[in-house]
């Protein structure tokens, strides 16, 4: 089995019992090793007082995409810390990226980086999530894999 490989069944599985990131209508555009990039329309019910994407629904792509990107070596991971900064509002009705990449992966605990931008190219927030490896795997591997 090729990383590529193992990253997409990873992703397969976990989507499979991802409820929340289906039920807010993300999508997987690309997965691989350390890596995944996921988008969401903005939706009405996304939206906050203000008429703009609610953070914390941009906070939920980021924190997907990463959870994905971690997730890709067929190992369970979780988030051990996230934080984020907004930089620009989520517009009502536009797609948003959320691109994920590891920056740095050292035994069990992970680093990663995530960019959310809006279909004009603009940084809507910056993310960074820490990981951690914990016991069990999303899949069985054999010596046919």
């Known amino acids: ?34 890596e995944a990039v996921m988008t969401m329309r903005v ?3 996304h939206l906050n007082g203000h008429h703009m994407c609610h953070g914390g629904y941009i906070f939920t792509l980021a924190d997907s995409a990463f959870a994905f990107a971690c997730n890709s070596y067929n190992k369970m991971v979780v988030a051990q810390q996230n934080s984020i900064t907004y930089l620009s509002p989520g517009k009502p009705g536009e797609m948003l990226t959320a691109t994920a990449t590891e920056a740095s992966l050292q035994g069990r605990s992970g680093v990663y980086d995530v960019v959310v931008t809006g279909e004009d190219g603009r940084k809507v927030a910056l993310f ?10 999303h899949f069985e591997e054999t010596d046919e894999d």
Do not use: C, N, V, Y
């Open 1 to 34: 089995m090729t990383p590529k490989q193992r990253a997409e069944r990873s992703a397969k599985q976990m989507w499979s019992t991802d409820k929340a990131t289906q039920f807010l209508g993300m999508e997987i555009t690309h997965i691989g090793p350390g």
């Open 43 to 45: 939706r009405d019910e």
């Open 128 to 137: 960074r999530g820490l990981s951690r490896q914990i016991s069990g795997q």
